[in-house]
């Protein structure tokens, strides 16, 4: 028995010989409650490290302590799939001075498996490892459920270190990452705070004009033609997206329709549908609460996946080419369809490409649902700021004021009319949020690149300037 | 959903583009029930393909047809770990101009890795699929558990073609190999004799001899310090081998002993014991009969391993790094205690390392089981014919007529010796042996090479020549 367990992690950067300039890769699974990059970053700073380049699936207002390190150059480097606004503010400020890499979920393992990105050192937070470093995230007092997003970093990086919380004998039996992989366990007091972990925002609106939209999208979906037997389903875990799965069940009870699966990130509601039968498995990426790291690890038919089985164009195929519909949100859309899930009407950052752009590509049907209108600022724009995902991947916009379909989807439309859905032309739609609102100001668009937006198959779709 | 299921295996190769000198590959856990080889390579003599190489797990006798395609030039080379008697005097009689290559089950996938083997399109024979290529071997009517060697195939192979008999609906929540790697699916009425699959040698010997040694080596287990709770132990399938699982589980009961887990091809007697609390998991690269592939399905601390996973050197570490016993047998053995399992004593090919010099190499106590004499032959010689195994891996020789421990071993020897077991060294066994069958003829080395073997870290460690 050949442990790999070291004494601490500064010790475990000492012995991977890490360097200036290297890239440090890590995952999302324990959202904002994760300490893990902080910790190493913090211990690379200590043995005097310079331009790292950081790959983390996603960053978290909890990783506010990295600005520090970009300040006094420990990390000149970020690549990421979303990253939240309090972070996201000060790198649209011009913080970094090489532009932040934004990928997709599905884009993110595509590239490692290309070569056009790299990680030299993967640093896996894991609820749960063995000494030899088979790792899971279903046990533990951070249990987060699936680790999907670190499979590829596992696979690909030059040398993978596990920090773990719970160190259990040889062998760990439930694996999801396995010892072939692992060339270091750190064990440490807490990877995560546990109000932090699994925490994403899991209840359904109250909003009546959330209500009504998921009422509108179900209906949609209804009348697409898609909702029969073996349908299968994504939403996030927004309040408004998360309406429509409760939406979509009472219209499946009604038809008595059983459905295949739904994947994605994974939510209490989508578990406990599963458990009534409306979705036969669940595919999970990611847990977004605790009641999903629970079903995870009791439950057969829910089953963790690797980001690149959920979403890599690379693969031979992905979980989100079987998809029937995904609902996906937007701060802006354009009238050519283009969906900005990056930057906010500031053109601050303050979110990323997550599953969106690889969901809308895959799925049959891709519905956006947002409001018309939020804090006196229209959804619909001439142009997105910036195009996460392509109009020719999204297929209609559900707001409160009714529905626009994409016209290159001219059948959908058909059957939605037939159906008795009040359809508007997105230009139509666009008229009426500026009636609301007026017409927002152009931003500057001479700024500096603070960020450029990578599409699933590796080419920058757009840039993000700096806002001053 | 899009469907990667074709009409028939000619369609699929046709897709597949193949070539005169590709590399084609298959995997072993149907055993001698396997139709997947021959339907393949038959389907590839009609499309008039030559000179491609084979590159299998293992071949077993039902392989036989192997001989005519390699008698026609559709085939013109062979890699495998293990070769089954019947298509082995073949291959020493000279069948193939170029030699054999001969590895184990670690170091395939090593190789694989290393690049230093290269796999155009794998064939893995899938007990059940979904129809876009997510494979399990738990289910259907041709189930055989574990598809650990099959894991390194998918992983590195340019293309990937599953052949099935029992296609379902997507997904396949319970996959072993995801449809990230499987570029096509095959449907065919059956993909193996049921009588065939998982039907190793697994009863326990009735022959004295044979349980009289299983109960030396289970005392010199026993005496080895070793067997402590936290123990892990494999075991072949053959009579001998298995016999010292009940041996040890005697002593097991007897001293309170909680195990950790037993690894490798996993036998219903192995199971047994798991379900009797001797042992906490079952690490499982091959199922070896029903009872396996029955628990391996039902049973979440009975766990499939890739064949990396299960032995590969170049892992950053693998079960086999972490193993306290393992039985083994032999052919031959010599006074080095280097240990031929590739030929017979007429230098015929008949077997091959599987995992024999990984588990040696791996674990902590390396034990050789065989009688010294069998077919008026002796067990031990001077000088193996085929180096399978580097004596310097090797513990330990029981045989009826005693124990000869590696001279390497010192505190070994003690501790065997303070037990009361009567020790002698292997020249003195070798002595007697040659007493009971006189000195055997020595096979002529001059003959043209038919087959190299290499070892676990990529190198040749011996050669085989022809046997006229």
């Known amino acids: 028995m050949k442990s790999k367990v070291l004494e601490s992690l500064s010790e475990a950067l000492q012995l991977l010989e890490l360097k200036d300039g290297m890239t440090l890769s890590f995952h999302h699974h324990l959202r904002n409650g994760d300490y893990v990059l902080n910790m190493v970053l913090a211990a690379a700073r200590k043995l005097g490290l310079k331009d790292l380049t950081i790959n983390a699936s996603a960053i978290f207002d909890c990783h506010l302590p990295l600005l520090d390190l970009i300040r006094d150059g ?26 932040v890499v934004f990928r997709s979920h599905g884009g993110r393992p595509a590239d490692l498996e290309r070569g056009t990105a790299h990680i030299d050192v993967a640093f896996v937070a894991a609820p749960t490892a063995d000494i030899c470093g088979n790792l899971s995230g279903k046990y533990g007092q951070s249990a987060c459920g699936s680790l999907g997003y670190a ?103 009604r038809q008595k329709i059983q459905g295949s699966f739904a994947s994605g990130g994974i939510t209490s509601k989508l578990v406990e549908m599963h458990s009534w039968g409306y979705f036969e498995t669940l595919l999970d990426v990611q847990c977004f609460d605790l009641d999903a790291a ?115 989807q001219t059948e959908l439309a058909t059957r939605l009319r037939q159906a008795g859905l009040k359809i508007s032309s997105i230009d139509e739609l666009r008229q009426l949020a500026e009636k609301i609102c007026g017409t927002p100001k152009d931003l500057e668009h001479d700024g500096r690149i603070v960020a450029e937006v990578r599409y699933r198959d590796g080419d920058t779709i757009d840039l993000i300037r700096q806002v001053n």
């Open 74 to 99: 420990t990390v000149t480097g970020l690549e990421c799939n979303y990253c939240g606004a309090l972070v996201g503010r000060a790198l649209s400020r011009g913080l970094l001075e090489r532009p």
């Open 294 to 408: 629970r079903s995870i690890r009791d439950n057969p038919a829910h089953r963790e996946i690797s980001a690149a089985h959920y979403a890599s164009p690379t693969a031979a195929s992905a979980v989100v080419d079987s998809l029937d519909v995904v609902i996906l949100g937007a701060t802006e859309i354009d009238t050519d369809f283009n969906v900005n899930v990056h930057t906010n009407s500031q053109g601050l950052i303050m979110g990323g490409s997550g599953g969106h752009s690889d969901t809308a590509a895959g799925a049959k049907l891709a519905i956006i649902i947002a409001p018309l209108t939020r804090a006196r600022l229209p959804l619909i724009v001439d142009r997105v700021h910036t195009i996460s995902t392509p109009g020719s991947t999204v297929d209609m916009l559900v707001t409160q004021y009714g529905v626009a379909v994409n016209p290159r």
């Open 151 to 253: 499979f590829s970093d596992a696979r690909y990086a030059d040398k993978v270190v596990a920090i773990t919380d719970n160190l259990v004998p040889y062998p760990l039996a439930d694996f999801s990452i396995a010892e072939t992989e692992v060339d270091y366990v750190v064990a440490v007091e807490q990877i995560g705070d546990p109000s932090g972990i699994v925490s994403g925002t899991t209840r359904i609106t109250r909003d009546p004009v959330g209500l009504l939209m998921a009422d509108m999208a179900a209906a949609a979906i209804e009348a697409s033609g898609l909702l029969r037997d073996g349908f299968s389903f994504q939403t996030g875990a927004g309040g408004a997206s998360l309406a429509v799965a409760y939406a979509l069940e009472k219209i499946m009870e």
